[in-house]
Every structure is written in structure tokens, then in C-alpha cells.
């Protein structure tokens, strides 16, 4: 059994024994979807090791008188993030125009609700995984303000969030700005934390070095 096999197993299976609503218990066991299963598999795990706060088929109140299910909700600390896996066919293809202004109104109200939406296509997970990570590293970075090792000062564990929510490499000049420090601290905060493996150097001509979170 392969790790991701292993993690995915337990989580799901934790979901379904803490559930006691029967109509999200009967989707878990039912099974998650190919492209929410992929999604996890090749993005979710290896951008961030893990599954907490992680919730499959989460259901939300629609605003008439039923109920609609997220593909994945990010709720740590009761923050409310939603991911959707759209899939091209039923999505893009497919999709009629009752389907169409029925999918915007769910996220427009749900946004308004005070959700915050991250919708990764199929084809990109399959094709671009490491631009869906950096999607997903730029979404958790919107709700975790403490997802850093204790060992580090406050302005090595402020670039690590600063660079957790960009989705783009930085330069110190960037990194200066954020913390109102100089470039010259900026650049040894920046060298510390590429010693520790934490952050890598993503354009290495010397004097137009860029940085970005390591994957």
C-alpha cells in the first residue's frame, strides 16, 4: 500500500466514523469522486504532507430548501474554504446554461456566506500539479498564520507566510517592503531560511536572485 494510499484510507474512514448526519455519511461511503481523489493524491499531499482540517462531501445549507456538498472544505480554526474539482467534461463541454447560472449563484452566495472558493480544474491537476500546489500552498496561506517551526524569529516565520501566499517567485526588494526592514537584513533572513531547506533560491544569477517556498 502505497503512503498516500495509507493517509487517504485513515482520513476518509475517520470522516465517516465522526459523522453523524446520514446524508454526508452515505456520500462518504459511497466514495469520493476520480478528480477529488486525484486532486488529493497529486497536489493536496505533497504541498502539504497531510489532511487536517481537510473535510470531504461537506455540506452546506443552499440558500432554498436543500442541501448542496463541497468537493473539500479547509476549515481550520472555523475559517471557511471550499475547493472544487471541475471536471472538463460536466463542467466545461457540457455544462447547459440553467446548470451554468446555478453553479455561479451557489459561489456567489456561499462567497457572501463568507466562504472563500479555490476551483482547480481537472486537466491542470493531471498536467500542472506543481502550479496546483503552488494554488493550494497560496490558499492555506489565506487561514494558517502559525503553520511555522517554533525555532524561527518572528520575521523567518513571517517570510514563510509571505511566501506561502504568493504563487510566484519574490525578490529581497519584495521581502523588504512586507517586513520594512533593509535589504541587506532581508537578504540574510532569506539566507538562513534556504539553509534550513525551508525557502530555495528560484533564479540564481547574483544579482537577481528570486525566492520562493519550497515544495
Known amino acids: 500500500m502505497t503512503r498516500f494510499q495509507l493517509k487517504y484510507d485513515q482520513w476518509l ?11 454526508r455519511k452515505e456520500l462518504l461511503c459511497k466514495g469520493l469522486g476520480h478528480g ?30 436543500g442541501y448542496r456538498y463541497l468537493d473539500l472544505a479547509y476549515m481550520p480554526g472555523g475559517a ?13 463541454r457540457d455544462l447547459d446554461v440553467r446548470r451554468f447560472k446555478d453553479l455561479c ?4 452566495l456561499l462567497s457572501l456566506d463568507g466562504w472563500t472558493f ?40 513571517e517570510t514563510l507566510r509571505f511566501a506561502r501566499r504568493l504563487l510566484r517567485p519574490f525578490t529581497p526588494a519584495e521581502l523588504t517592503a512586507h517586513l520594512r526592514v ?27 536572485k528570486t525566492f520562493m517556498i519550497k515544495m
Open 36 to 65: 477529488t481523489v486525484e486532486f488529493l493524491r497529486y497536489v493536496w499531499l505533497p504541498a502539504v504532507g497531510n489532511f487536517d482540517h481537510l473535510f470531504p462531501e461537506w455540506e452546506v445549507r443552499d440558500f432554498g430548501s
Open 182 to 208: 533593509t535589504v541587506r537584513h532581508a537578504r540574510r533572513i532569506l539566507n538562513s531560511l534556504v539553509e534550513l531547506q525551508l525557502i530555495i533560491i528560484a533564479n540564481g544569477q547574483r544579482r537577481s
Open 105 to 108: 449563484r451557489r459561489h456567489s
Open 13 to 23: 474512514q475517520a470522516n465517516i466514523e465522526a459523522e453523524s448526519n446520514p446524508r
Open 118 to 157: 479555490l476551483s482547480i480544474a481537472y486537466p491542470s491537476i493531471m498536467d500542472e500539479p506543481q502550479q496546483c500546489q503552488q494554488l493550494v500552498l497560496a490558499f492555506i496561506g489565506k487561514f494558517i498564520s502559525t503553520n511555522v517551526a517554533s525555532e524561527l524569529n518572528w520575521l523567518e516565520a
Open 80 to 92: 471557511k474554504g471550499g475547493i472544487e474539482i471541475q471536471g472538463y467534461g460536466s463542467h466545461a
